[in-house]
């Protein structure tokens, strides 16, 4: 079955420190893969989108994601967090096909930023 | 130009009244889909839609929910006789219509839907 699970449904760390938010996908082919971010009462920002080529993908907001075929993650990486980065984080694989694609999320992962 | 824009933005509904939730999409975009997030939980796919048509339904609940874009105005999503398990958050997303391999969808800011 094509499925995206986020292990860890709520993760806390204090502003400045390193940050990764974890993704594992479940998909028979290359898939790609996206992470949004969801400010409090907000719609979805995407951050950053896998298509193909370099596995390390850069994003907005100083976020970067690592595609790993062996270990089927796409791990969420920022080396400083700041103090607005708390929000809800999702990541999401697109599955149907060409040109007419819904997206399957994972659960998402609630980030807190201790001061 | 102005993003995917839903309203309205707050809906409260008693027990067995009808909810309708308008999305209007991004300037020239003719695909919209509609997404749920109940409390605590990922977005769940509900269906896919282009103008008078709809391609995918398989993540709509089989009753009360139905979902429609016409070729002129927004695409409404209309849940009859709501139930309290129907309160949630609902997104619209649209994308452009191109035989590329993934359209991007951008999404609205939601209709959180309150059941009482």
């Known amino acids: 079955a094509q499925s995206v699970t986020q292990p860890d449904i709520h993760i806390t760390v204090s502003e400045g420190a390193s940050l990764e938010l974890r993704c594992n996908y479940s998909y028979g082919a290359t898939p790609y893969l996206f992470w949004y971010v969801q400010s409090p009462g907000q719609g979805l920002q995407l951050l950053l989108k896998?298509?193909?080529?370099?596995?390390l993908v850069q994003g907005i907001k100083g976020f970067e994601a690592e595609f790993k075929r062996s270990q089927s993650s796409f791990n969420l990486r920022k080396p400083s967090v700041h103090w607005s980065d708390a929000a809800e984080y999702f990541c999401?694989?697109?599955?149907?096909?060409?040109?007419?694609?819904?997206?399957?999320f994972g659960q998402g992962t609630r980030l807190t930023i201790n001061p | 130009n102005a993003g995917v824009m839903q309203n309205p933005r707050h809906l409260v509904r008693r027990r067995g009244q009808e909810a309708r939730l308008r999305c209007s999409p991004m300037k020239g975009h003719s695909h919209v889909y509609w997404y749920r997030q109940l409390p605590e939980e990922g977005l769940k796919f509900m269906v896919y839609?282009?103008?008078?048509?709809?391609?995918?339904e398989s993540g709509m609940p089989k009753e009360r929910f139905s979902a429609e874009f016409p070729k002129e105005g927004p695409s409404i999503l209309r849940i009859q006789q709501v139930v309290r398990g129907d309160s949630a958050a609902y997104f619209c997303?649209?994308?452009?219509?191109?035989?590329?391999?993934?359209?991007?969808?951008?999404f609205g800011p939601g209709t959180r839907l309150t059941v009482l």
């Open positions: 997303a649209s994308s452009l219509a191109s035989p590329r391999l993934y359209n991007e969808q951008f």
């Open positions: 839609l282009q103008k008078e048509n709809i391609i995918d």
């Open positions: 999401a694989l697109p599955i149907g096909v060409q040109g007419a694609q819904k997206l399957v």
């Open positions: 896998y298509f193909s080529g370099d596995t």
